[in-house]
């Protein structure tokens, strides 16, 4: 890979692992071993590391350090949100309200307590992916033992309004989940401003390494474990810590926290150059998401009679790193349940982009991949059936 003209736009996937991090990580890979449980003076070396994680996680969100529960990955912080929220409030309500354009960790787990005799209530989203408090109002009149709604969609960028739907939710005494994957340290995601029960994060989308992840829970929050076995996390996530990667997400933690203010100011002129040049250099363009509303350095959009990842493949010869939706559905040849929750059909669907910059990324950098781009649409078109059908009409028109 020449990595030297690779322009990198999949952040929202995974972020480059700050150098910091990774000498932490490797300095306790190399000499850190011990078990937190461990009395012994390593042991609590290891437990020293992990109570210092646990306070810059939870200072990235605002939380107390004894609500963060480290598990390996985002998804499985959703699932035990979710599942494990739902079951230890059923005696309450055995109704669960999620949006329609949750991550599939999310909606999977709850099409699954939906088999095991939950009802599941998915709210429709208007054009632009957000959620209405109006709907949620209605739906929480019937009772509910749990509402899981994300703080951002990673696909569309959409940044849906949590403290106004945490505030309908507490009213109702309704606990309130959201999977802030695509915000912790892209955005504010104070656990107490936004009135969440709940909070999902995951180290690799600020800069931490890929498998080390955390629900956040506010206190009283009923949470029944997935893993049991163990006294690990306060009894919510039997097993032996990951101490290297947690300490990772530490570090990035307090320096997506330190950085934070700065953030947007950084990534937001990369993308607002895609939003605009994109849809100026190539014909039929939708671009998805909220056009205000918007997680920084995020641009989405879909080129008609083409599909995703044909462009994809086109852009990534040409060292441009991007993606088609969900990192973590894009390869099960399903559509995307995002774009057709917001009304697109299933053919413009199929010609999604998601670009997601860092900090590293320039604007020249994206007039590249404008530039790029084009000509590799154009060509496309020229093999589409679809195309070539629709201009035909239009020419005899």
Same mark, same amino acid.
């Given at each position: ?20 991090? *990774? &000498? ?15 009395? +012994? &003076? ?6 020293? *590391? ?31 949100? $979710? ?44 054009? +632009? ?44 005494? *309704? ?19 936004? %009135? ?5 994060? /995951? ?23 997935? $893993? ?19 300490? %990772? ?9 330190? =950085?934070?203010?700065? +953030? ?20 039929? $363009? ?5 056009? &205000? ?13 083409? &599909? ?10 040409? %060292? ?22 917001? %009304? ?18 320039? *604007?020249?950098? /994206? ?14 078109? =020229? ?12 020419? $005899?028109?």
């Amino acid at each position: 890979m020449n990595a030297e003209n690779e322009i990198y736009l999949d952040h929202i996937a995974a972020s480059p692992v700050r150098p910091a991090a *990774v &000498e932490t990580m490797t300095r306790l890979l190399c000499d850190g071993f011990g078990n937190p449980q461990s009395v +012994h &003076e390593r042991g609590q070396l290891a437990a020293d *590391v992990l109570l210092e994680a646990r306070s810059r996680v939870a200072a990235l969100v605002g939380a107390d350090p004894q609500g963060v529960i480290f598990t390996a990955t985002g998804s499985e912080a959703n699932n035990l949100a $979710v599942r494990g929220i739902a079951r230890g409030r059923l005696k309450r309500s055995n109704r669960i309200i999620v949006s329609a354009v949750e991550h599939v960790s999310v909606s999977e787990p709850a099409r699954i307590l939906g088999k095991e005799g939950f009802e599941l209530v998915v709210l429709p989203v208007d054009g +632009h992916g957000l959620v209405s408090p109006d709907d949620l109002a209605r739906e929480l009149g019937k009772g509910a033992a749990l509402v899981s709604i994300l703080h951002a969609s990673t696909e569309i960028g959409t940044i849906e309004p949590i403290a106004d739907l945490a505030a309908l939710c507490r009213d109702a005494g *309704v606990p309130m989940h959201t999977d802030a994957w695509g915000t912790a340290g892209a955005i504010e995601t104070d656990i107490a401003a936004l %009135g969440v029960d709940a909070m999902t994060v /995951a180290a690799q989308n600020f800069g931490g390494p890929p498998g080390a992840a955390a629900l956040v829970v506010g206190k009283g929050t009923p949470l029944v474990p997935l $893993v049991a076995g163990g006294i690990q996390e306060r009894g919510k996530r039997a097993g032996q810590e990951n101490i290297p990667a947690i300490a %990772g997400m530490g570090v990035a933690a307090a320096l997506a926290a330190e =950085e934070l203010p700065r +953030h947007a100011g950084r990534v937001n002129p990369v993308r607002d150059r895609l939003l605009a040049g994109i849809p100026a250099a190539i014909d039929d $363009v939708v671009v998805t998401g909220h056009p &205000e509303r918007r997680l920084p350095g995020h641009a989405s959009v879909c080129v008609r009679y083409v &599909e995703g990842e044909a462009l994809l493949l086109f852009l990534d010869r040409a %060292g441009i790193r991007a993606a088609s939706g969900s990192a973590c559905t894009s390869k099960s040849l399903k559509g995307s349940s995002v774009l057709e929750a917001i %009304g697109l059909d299933a053919a413009t669907a199929q010609g999604s982009l998601v670009f997601s910059a860092g900090p590293e990324n320039t *604007v020249s950098e /994206a007039d590249r991949v404008i530039e790029a781009l084009a000509p590799i649409a154009a060509r496309l078109r =020229e093999m589409s059936p679809l195309y070539r059908k629709e201009n035909d009409d239009a020419d $005899v028109q």
